[in-house]
């Protein structure tokens, strides 16, 4: 018998309803769990336990008394500490929010508390999401579960490895350039970044709002679709989030891809992609295969310039969203004697935000100005169009499309973060996803001793099943879903 | 020398109008009603910049603009786009500014507008280069002068109201041109309804000015008609005197100094800001349909040039007296509600031209702050009619009922202004007047012309309530009489 903490999503709410455990039991069970592995994780940044509880109790009241129970009844749900909750202190991991508590909650929080998720706590992650290993974290780095001298990936660092550690069934990120991918694939886990639109960003604390989606992580791809379905869905209060049908997409999960055509851009396998990774995700394709998909090549020329366009724009877009923390009205704040406010400004921004996050905005703010901004940001826009087109040019031969989700296994703590570039290299297969807007999923596809590889599906806006059907497929024909990091 | 006699004097005005119609903001839905409310009572994770808060474009606003556009003759952009305009400064809770943006891709709500204007008996066309829509600041409020306040305070009340930006070309080439042309422009907005120019801080706006095709100056934080006109007359012969000198005008920013009536530096051209502008992400673009811009142009009310064309055809007002009145929304309204009650169109005309617009000035009021109503004037106008006072004693009473709200016959009543039609009475007066002042009883007795200076001595007796025609009667029998008895001697 597996323990509580152990559990799918699936098996969670099911065992509650038919009255095998309780909610306040598997809550406990998670907690438990979490004062045995988070000392060598440190996926969170804030645990909610006394709230947790309570609300597992309410699950439980309802199900003594018959009331219907909501798609995620008594599952702990981590939350990426860039995400609001009413009350709770939402730090994006920086010195600058440290002790900000939003007034209200994100519209995903709310759709979550709606559907009986307990929430357990707030995640780990780079310095307002500006990183791709959750190494610029204010409060220390998140420990991958695999091998805890390497990195979780990032940004989403702690969401990742809080589901992949067994201290949380689910958790929600968010990925502006693969910081949901990146940690699912670092981790062995499931993390999918929805299409641009399809969930709503309200209560996001914004890094580059063009690119960014809110998504979840998941143990399996059965799970994966369940959370997505709760989290989706428009909302009156992002101008940006789209009206489209919902669709139920555990219904869409079966295991084969008959006839599905399975397009391999080489543009995946360029430069700085590893030998190990490449065979990896080869295999899936050969996989697939077997599975009845229909297997070819394509090239997406455009590609070349995603990574400077990307970081273009994420740059840009930062320096402005990031300029209202000036620390008059919340956040960090010293200087408060400084007879002008621009010194005082000055001041709490210098100190208040790490050295990536002030580099990003220095660039932004650069790329943005006068004289540069036609060079720059119009010139990434552009860019950023002829991806859009070279991925519509694909998605007409193909239903989806595989590549590797990190170009290389999980690398060493410290081992990247004093070059910059090398760290954003890093992103090459993850952001051209974000800049065409497009759903996409890692799952787990290898393991390199005690390093997780994952692969990484791409479809057409809003074809979400497609890659749940994909993912789902692979993942049966697998056991990396039932593989275990070495914890103990 | 004059001001207006400075040779190519050229303005152009940047203006802002908040969007008082609205019930809420524009991008959120706190309550816009926030003069008077307790600081930072009407705000929310949006308009407050919360992280994670993200705006939506109130639909209303939208709609205002479009028809403000139109009736300033623009043509309407098929698509709309917000930008963000990047700055520090403590009024803006996100420290960048959702306006809208001509460059960098971007496209005004509307843009190539005019309005013509008169000034004295000249009409001249003012070209409106573009009309936006962007968010209002918080205000920061000091205690005295912003030099030497020793704190800042924000209210973020203020901060995300609507505001329509209309910005024109150098067209304007007098302060006198500046103050007409706002005049203009609040008129048509507030018959459009969707402005109320009476609220404090409703309009405001910034003027570039140049002389002779010299240095462009602009100046800011003008804050009313009054401050338009002295702010830039001062701006003017400020670079008037420098030119004179031989001195340069330097390219810079200055900021009108209401209180001490002067411009001062605000920065020079070297400190000039980088806005920053790019495209708003969290917004996308508003597609205006031609259907949306018909439908918006069918709910246009009457605008002041059909409405003045209307006074002097269906009123029979003379061209000047319709365009004072429909110069001020209120005023075009009051005199409707006035001929509704007594249709003597040219008699209302005449009482608000004159005396009320007055008594207005000089108590420096705005009609909607005074306290007469349509119902009053008329009732006051009549009473004149039947002959229950004098013409005279209606100008005493009007002050009273604008400051007051008072009924006119009430004021009469009570203070004993009702016409004095007695003969008795008159002629007992007249014969204290001819007793007091026999040098001009002797005068009027040569000169029948110098009559009225008994007339007016009875007048004053009585305080201006004799009957006017009775009382000359009176004087002129009293004349002959003292001529007969004369003679007769």
């Keep these: 018998m597996p323990s509580l903490w152990e559990l799918t999503a699936r098996e969670t709410v099911e065992k509650i309803k ?100 307990v929430i357990i706590g707030k995640t780990n992650m780079d310095e307002f999401a500006m990183g791709s290993s959750t190494e610029t974290s204010h409060f220390g780095p998140t420990h991958n579960p695999w091998n805890p001298s390497t990195v979780p990936g990032g940004s989403s660092g702690g969401s990742g490895a809080a589901v992949a550690a067994g201290e949380a069934v689910l958790a929600l990120g968010s990925d502006t350039g693969g910081s949901i991918r990146c940690p699912a694939s670092y981790c062995s886990v499931v993390g999918l970044k929805p299409t641009y639109g399809l969930v709503s960003r309200y209560g996001l604390i914004a890094y580059a709002n063009s690119l960014e989606q809110i998504g979840p992580f998941a143990k399996s791809v059965y799970d994966c679709a369940l959370f997505l379905d709760v989290i989706a869905g428009h909302d009156s209060r992002d101008n940006t989030s789209v009206k489209v049908p919902l669709k139920d997409h555990t219904e869409f999960l079966k295991e084969d891809v008959e006839g599905l055509k399975v397009g391999v851009p080489k543009e995946f396998f360029g430069e700085g992609v590893s030998e190990e990774v490449e065979k990896c995700v080869w295999n899936v394709v050969y996989q697939l295969e077997e599975l009845g998909a229909f297997r070819g090549e394509v090239s997406l020329p455009s590609l070349e310039y ?114 910059p570039l090398a760290l954003y290299m890093c992103d090459i297969d993850t952001v051209p996803a974000n800049l065409a807007g497009l759903p996409a999923v890692s799952v787990p596809c290898g393991l390199l001793g005690v390093l997780p590889v994952g692969m990484q599906i791409i479809a057409p806006p809003f074809r979400e099943d497609l890659i749940l059907q994909v993912g789902y497929a692979f993942e049966q024909s697998t056991t990396y879903k039932d593989r275990r990091p070495p914890l103990g | 020398m004059s001001i207006m006699a400075a040779p190519g004097v050229k303005i152009g005005l940047e203006i802002h109008c908040q969007l008082t119609s609205l019930k809420t903001k524009l991008f959120c839905g706190c309550s816009s009603d926030y003069r008077d409310r307790e600081p930072n009572t009407l705000v929310c994770p949006v308009c407050l910049g919360i992280p994670g808060a993200l705006p939506v474009v109130n639909g209303k606003a939208v709609e205002c603009a479009v028809m403000a556009a139109l009736a300033l003759n623009c043509g309407v952009s098929g698509r709309m786009f917000f930008f963000r305009k990047n700055y520090f400064y403590p009024d803006m809770p996100k420290n960048f500014q959702i306006s809208q943006y001509d460059r960098a891709g971007g496209v005004p709500l509307a843009v190539n507008g005019y309005l013509h204007i008169e000034v004295g008996k000249k009409r001249k066309k003012i070209q409106i280069s573009r009309v936006h829509l962007e968010e209002d600041p918080g205000k920061l409020v000091h205690l005295g002068s912003i030099d030497q306040s020793p704190y800042t305070l924000v209210d973020y009340n203020r901060a995300g109201i609507a505001l329509l930006e209309v910005v024109t070309e150098p067209d304007l080439r007098s302060p006198r041109e500046a103050r007409v042309f706002l005049q203009r422009l609040r008129s048509i907005l507030e018959h459009l309804g969707v402005f109320d120019g009476g609220l404090e801080g409703a309009m405001r706006c910034d003027a570039n000015i140049s002389l002779a095709g010299g240095t462009r100056v602009e100046v800011k934080n003008i804050s009313s008609f009054k401050e338009v006109e002295r702010a830039l007359s001062f701006e003017i012969m400020r670079q008037k005197d420098l030119v004179e000198k031989g001195l340069a005008v330097e ?210 007796a009585t305080g201006g309530k004799a009957d006017p025609q009775l009382a000359n009667q009176i004087i002129l029998e009293r004349l002959k009489e003292v001529m007969k008895k004369k003679q007769g001697k």
Excluded at chain 2, 290 to 319: H, I, N, T
Excluded at chain 2, 323 to 339: M, Y
Excluded at chain 2, 403 to 411: A, E, K, M, V
Aim: aromatic share 8%; net charge neutral.
């Design chain 1, 18 to 117: 038919t009255g095998e455990t309780t909610a306040e039991e598997c809550v406990l069970s998670i907690f438990e769990r979490i004062r045995q592995v988070e000392g060598r994780v440190h996926a969170f940044v804030t645990l909610m336990e006394k709230e947790a509880l309570e609300k597992a109790r309410a699950v439980d009241e309802k199900v003594s008394k018959g009331k219907p129970l909501g798609k995620l009844a008594g599952v702990a749900v981590a939350v990426k500490d860039n995400i609001c909750i009413r009350g709770t202190r939402t730090t994006c991991s920086s010195q600058m929010l440290e002790n900000f508590v939003p007034p209200y909650d994100a519209t995903v929080v709310e759709k979550i508390k709606g559907e009986d998720a």
């Design chain 1, 306 to 419: 995603a990574l400077p366009a990307y970081y273009v724009i994420a740059m840009s877009e930062a320096s402005s969203n990031l300029a209202r923390y000036d620390g008059l009205r919340y956040g960090y704040r010293i200087g408060r004697d400084e007879k002008d406010w621009s010194t005082v400004y000055s001041k709490n921004r210098r100190v208040g935000f790490g050295d990536e996050v002030r580099r990003r905005i220095i660039l932004g703010t650069y790329a943005l100005s006068a004289g540069y901004y036609n060079k720059y940001y119009l010139k990434a826009l552009k860019v950023r169009t002829l991806i859009r087109r070279d991925f519509e040019a694909a998605f007409k031969k193909f239903d989806v499309l595989v590549g590797p989700t990190m170009p290389i296994p999980p690398f060493k703590i410290g081992e990247k973060i004093q070059d």
């Design chain 2, 251 to 460: 390219r810079e920013t200055r900021h009108w100094d209401e209180a001490r009536r002067l411009t001062i530096t605000l920065r020079t051209k070297e400190e000039e800001q980088d806005y920053r502008y790019f495209p708003e992400p969290d917004l996308v673009p508003i597609v205006i349909t031609r259907d949306f811009v018909e439908s918006a142009r069918a709910k246009m009310p009457e605008l002041p040039e059909a409405r003045m064309k209307r006074f002097v055809e269906e009123y029979g007002l003379p061209g000047y007296d319709a365009g004072v009145l429909v110069g001020e929304k209120a005023l075009a309204d009051f005199f409707e509600d006035c001929v509704k009650l007594y249709h003597e169109p040219k008699e209302v005309s005449n009482w608000m031209m004159s005396d009320l617009l007055r008594c207005l000035y000089e108590n420096n009021l705005e009609l909607p702050e005074s306290k007469i109503t349509p119902a009053h004037l008329v009732e006051m106008i009549r009473l004149i009619e039947e002959g229950v006072i004098s013409g005279k004693i209606g100008k005493r009473v009007l002050p009273e009922m604008v400051l007051t709200g008072r009924r006119p016959h009430r004021i009469v009543e009570e203070r004993g202004l009702v016409k004095i039609t007695s003969r008795k009475m008159l002629e007992e007066t007249v014969e204290r007047v001819f007793a007091e002042n026999p040098k001009a009883v002797e005068d009027a007795l040569m000169d029948e012309k110098t009559v009225h200076f008994l007339v007016g001595q009875l007048m004053k």
